[in-house]
Structure formats: structure tokens, C-alpha cells
């Protein structure tokens, strides 16, 4: 059996065009591999402990069952799904870190909304630690402010019920698959 190609350069200035048509044959499959990558991250929120009624993988899971619940297009159900995996990686700004990580899959409305869904959750609760609780008010001529205070209204703010017939990653993920497929050919997606 031959040995996969790689590139040979030290510095990438010194590349040649065989190595980045190297480099591109590997995309369609690290593309393809990328919804179960983001899946195992959902899973990965469940060993996190963080004295949350629900761990982030349950929460995760009940916030996008609520989504669909409300007839929600399948962008903010799997924007709901998502829009707490950047807490595997950080504990300060998880909210941009899930953005940055699920942008090449939405709209620029629905990334607003994974973006800034921290500081508008905290109109639920900021006052009980010393915050702000009007903190989003600063996003209040943002054309996606309405839909921040929808989605932490219905799908997230509410979404720790210990009680809630919550649907199973299985149920999610043909739609998980269908809104990453459908958003591969996005422009300067690098
Ligand atoms: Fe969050
Ligand atoms: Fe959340």
C-alpha cells in the first residue's frame, strides 16, 4: 500500500503548487470528519462539572430539543446544539470561542446570536452575581438583537430541566450533517 502524499516544504513560502494540491486532496475528508469532531465535543461538555443543574452535553441537548420544539429552522436548532462546545476549551468567553468555531456553518444573524449569547443569558441572572443585568443593552441597535433575547428566552435560559423528555444526539444528527454539508462551499472558509 503507497503511502498517503505529503508536502515537503520547511517554510511555507517555499511551497510549491504540487504541495498545496497535496494539502487540498486532504480536504473533502477532514471536511467530511468535521460534524463527528464537533459531536464529540457536545459528548466532551458532559464530563465537565461545573454545579449546573444539567451538565453542558444534557443542557446542550435539551436546549436544541426546545428548539425544534418550536418549529425552529434547522440553522438555530443547530446553533442551539452547539452554542456551548467553545466551554470545553475555555472558561472566560466561551460564547465567541463557540462562534468562531461554528461560523463557517451559519449566517452571520445566527453567529451574532451564538457570539453574544453569554451576555444576553445574563439578563436571567447577572444581578444574583454583581453584574449587570442590562449588559445586552448595548447591542440594542443590533439588526440580531431580537433574535439573541429569543433564543435565550426559549431555547437556552430555561433549558435545565432535570424533568424535560430531552431528544438524543442520535435524533440531531442527520440534521448536524445536513447544515455542515450544506455550508462547505462557504467563501473563505480556509
Ligand atoms: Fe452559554
Ligand atoms: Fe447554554
Same mark, same amino acid.
Given at each position: 500500500?503507497?503511502?498517503?502524499?505529503?508536502?515537503?516544504?520547511?517554510?511555507?513560502?517555499? #511551497?510549491?503548487?504540487?504541495?498545496?494540491?497535496?494539502?487540498? &486532496?486532504?480536504?473533502?475528508?477532514?471536511? @467530511?470528519?468535521?460534524?463527528? +469532531?464537533?459531536?464529540?465535543?457536545?459528548?466532551?461538555?458532559?464530563?465537565?462539572?461545573?454545579?449546573?443543574?444539567?451538565?453542558?452535553?444534557?443542557?446542550?441537548?435539551? &436546549?436544541?430539543?426546545?428548539?425544534?420544539?418550536?418549529? @425552529?429552522?434547522?440553522?438555530?436548532?443547530?446553533?442551539?446544539?452547539?452554542?456551548?462546545?467553545?466551554?470545553?476549551?475555555?472558561?472566560?468567553?466561551?460564547?465567541?470561542?463557540?462562534?468562531?468555531?461554528?461560523?463557517?456553518?451559519?449566517?452571520? +444573524?445566527?453567529?451574532?446570536?451564538?457570539?453574544?449569547? #453569554?451576555?444576553?443569558?445574563?439578563?436571567?441572572?447577572?444581578?444574583?452575581? #454583581?453584574?449587570?443585568?442590562?449588559?445586552?443593552?448595548?447591542?440594542?441597535? @443590533?439588526?440580531?438583537?431580537?433574535?439573541?433575547?429569543?433564543?435565550?428566552?426559549?431555547?437556552?435560559?430555561?433549558?435545565? +430541566? +432535570?424533568?424535560?423528555?430531552?431528544?438524543?444526539?442520535?435524533?440531531?444528527?442527520?440534521?448536524?450533517?445536513?447544515?455542515?454539508?450544506? @455550508?462547505? &462551499?462557504?467563501?473563505?472558509?480556509?
Amino acid at each position: 500500500m503507497s503511502e498517503a502524499p505529503i508536502a515537503t516544504y520547511a517554510r511555507m513560502d517555499e #511551497g510549491t503548487v504540487e504541495d498545496y494540491a497535496i494539502m487540498a &486532496s486532504y480536504k473533502p475528508a477532514n471536511l @467530511a470528519a468535521m460534524p463527528d +469532531r464537533l459531536m464529540g465535543l457536545l459528548v466532551e461538555l458532559g464530563d465537565k462539572a461545573d454545579g449546573s443543574p444539567l451538565d453542558g452535553y444534557a443542557h446542550s441537548l435539551q &436546549s436544541a430539543t426546545l428548539a425544534y420544539h418550536d418549529g @425552529a429552522e434547522d440553522e438555530t436548532v443547530f446553533a442551539a446544539l452547539m452554542h456551548d462546545i467553545g466551554q470545553v476549551y475555555s472558561e472566560h468567553n466561551h460564547s465567541e470561542v463557540s462562534a468562531a468555531i461554528l461560523k463557517p456553518y451559519l449566517s452571520e +444573524r445566527a453567529y451574532q446570536v451564538v457570539k453574544h449569547h #453569554g451576555i444576553f443569558q445574563g439578563y436571567y441572572y447577572f444581578d444574583k452575581i #454583581g453584574w449587570d443585568p442590562n449588559a445586552r443593552d448595548a447591542y440594542r441597535d @443590533a439588526p440580531w438583537y431580537d433574535d439573541c433575547v429569543r433564543f435565550c428566552e426559549r431555547y437556552d435560559q430555561i433549558a435545565f +430541566r +432535570r424533568d424535560y423528555p430531552t431528544k438524543p444526539l442520535e435524533f440531531f444528527e442527520p440534521m448536524v450533517r445536513r447544515v455542515m454539508r450544506d @455550508a462547505r &462551499s462557504v467563501p473563505g472558509v480556509t
